[in-house]
C-alpha cells in the first residue's frame, strides 16, 4: 500500500469532482492533516475526514484506486465523546475552487479528537499539534468541557476525562 500525502489526495479529489460532476467539501484529519500542521516524517495510508456531498460515489471513486479510507458525514459521532459545537465552523479551508473545498480541523479540535481515541499515536500526534501551535492547557479543557457537554452521558466520559488529564500533564513542564 502506498504511502498518501495531501497534495496527491487534493489532486485525486480534484480529480473525483471533475469526473462526477460534482462538489465536495471535505474536513481531513488523521496522518493528512497532521502533514498541513507541519509535521515531518508522518506518513498514512488512507483517508479520515468528514464530507459534505455525495459519500457513496466518493466511496467508490477511492475504492475503485485502492485507497483505504473512513469517511462520514459526521465525525462528531464517531465516538461516544463529541467534538465540541462549532467545529466545522472553525475548520481551516486549505484548498478551495469551484468544486472541492479542503479543511483540516482547527488545531484544538484536532486535539480533542485525537484525546478521544488516545492511542499511542494519537497522543504523539496531538503532543505535536499542542506543542506547535503554543495551545495552553486551559484551552484544550475548555473545549474538551464543551464536547464532554455536546456528547451523551455515558461511561466512555469518565475514561475520556482521565485520558485528558494525562493528556494534560503530559503537556505542563516538568518542575
Same mark, same amino acid.
Given at each position: 500500500?502506498?504511502?498518501?500525502?495531501?497534495?496527491?489526495?487534493?489532486?485525486?479529489? *480534484?480529480?473525483? !469532482?471533475?469526473?462526477?460532476?460534482?462538489?465536495?467539501?471535505?474536513?481531513?484529519?488523521?496522518?493528512?492533516?497532521?502533514?498541513?500542521?507541519?509535521?515531518?516524517?508522518?506518513? !498514512?495510508?488512507?483517508?479520515?475526514?468528514? !464530507?459534505?456531498?455525495?459519500?457513496?460515489?466518493?466511496?467508490?471513486?477511492?475504492?475503485?484506486?485502492?485507497?483505504?479510507?473512513?469517511?462520514?458525514?459526521?465525525?462528531?459521532?464517531?465516538?461516544?465523546?463529541?467534538?465540541?459545537?462549532?467545529?466545522?465552523?472553525?475548520?481551516?479551508?486549505?484548498?478551495?475552487?469551484?468544486?472541492?473545498?479542503?479543511?483540516?480541523?482547527?488545531?484544538?479540535?484536532?486535539?480533542?479528537?485525537?484525546?478521544?481515541?488516545?492511542?499511542?499515536?494519537?497522543?504523539?500526534?496531538?503532543?505535536?499539534?499542542?506543542?506547535?501551535?503554543?495551545? *495552553?492547557?486551559?484551552?484544550?479543557?475548555?473545549?474538551?468541557?464543551?464536547?464532554?457537554?455536546?456528547?451523551? *452521558?455515558?461511561?466512555?466520559?469518565?475514561?475520556?476525562? *482521565?485520558?485528558?488529564?494525562?493528556?494534560?500533564?503530559?503537556?505542563?513542564?516538568?518542575?
Amino acid at each position: 500500500m502506498s504511502q498518501l500525502n495531501l497534495s496527491k489526495i487534493i489532486k485525486l479529489l *480534484k480529480k473525483f !469532482t471533475q469526473e462526477s460532476r460534482t462538489s465536495l467539501e471535505i474536513i481531513i484529519i488523521g496522518g493528512l492533516a497532521l502533514s498541513h500542521y507541519g509535521l515531518k516524517g508522518r506518513s !498514512t495510508v488512507d483517508i479520515d475526514g468528514e !464530507t459534505k456531498g455525495d459519500l457513496d460515489s466518493l466511496s467508490n471513486f477511492l475504492k475503485s484506486r485502492k485507497i483505504p479510507f473512513s469517511l462520514g458525514e459526521n465525525i462528531s459521532n464517531w465516538g461516544i465523546v463529541s467534538l465540541s459545537p462549532g467545529y466545522r465552523l472553525r475548520a481551516v479551508p486549505i484548498f478551495t475552487d469551484q468544486d472541492l473545498i479542503v479543511k483540516v480541523l482547527d488545531p484544538v479540535d484536532f486535539i480533542i479528537a485525537k484525546i478521544r481515541r488516545f492511542s499511542e499515536i494519537d497522543i504523539k500526534d496531538a503532543l505535536y499539534v499542542a506543542k506547535k501551535f503554543k495551545i *495552553k492547557p486551559e484551552v484544550i479543557s475548555r473545549a474538551a468541557g464543551e464536547a464532554i457537554g455536546n456528547s451523551p *452521558k455515558d461511561t466512555a466520559l469518565f475514561i475520556f476525562k *482521565k485520558n485528558l488529564a494525562l493528556f494534560i500533564k503530559m503537556l505542563r513542564p516538568v518542575k
